[in-house]
């Protein structure tokens, strides 16, 4: 019990950060990254956690339905804007590539020369 509510703190926490900065960053990033720090920090124990995140991640497959709902009641949408979605999934995942190889590349170098 005590570990999904450290969970869903962090998640509350999150989402109100993220509400006074202006919603630039979604809550949901921050709290994944406040419960990161916690558990970093040593405040709260992975084996508090470990249960609750893997039920949370066993039953993830259930959140995405409403999403998948959506997707087939705008599939007319979807449909219209095949091309620029298409051109958007491809830039951006070339984008991601690009830049995860070249800060690995960084890293490695650092690696290799420290």
């Known amino acids: 019990m005590k570990g ?3 969970i869903l703190g962090c998640w ?3 989402n109100i950060l993220s509400e006074v ?3 630039y960053i979604s809550g949901n ?3 994944m990254l406040l419960l990161f720090i916690l558990l970093c920090l040593g405040v709260v124990r992975g084996e508090t956690v470990r249960q609750p995140a893997k039920f949370l991640l066993g039953t993830m497959a259930l959140f995405f ?3 998948g709902v959506g997707i087939i009641d705008s599939y007319s949408v979807i449909l219209d804007n095949a091309v620029a979605i ?3 999934v491809c830039v951006s ?3 991601v590539i690009a830049t995860v190889g070249y800060i690995f590349q960084l890293l490695n170098r ?3 020369n420290g």
């Open 29 to 31: 990033i921050i709290g």
């Open 110 to 112: 650092r690696g290799k």
């Open 86 to 88: 298409v051109v958007a």
């Open 21 to 23: 900065i202006g919603g």
């Open 65 to 67: 339905v409403p999403f």
């Open 93 to 95: 995942t070339f984008a």
């Open 4 to 6: 999904i509510c450290i």
């Open 12 to 14: 509350l926490a999150g």
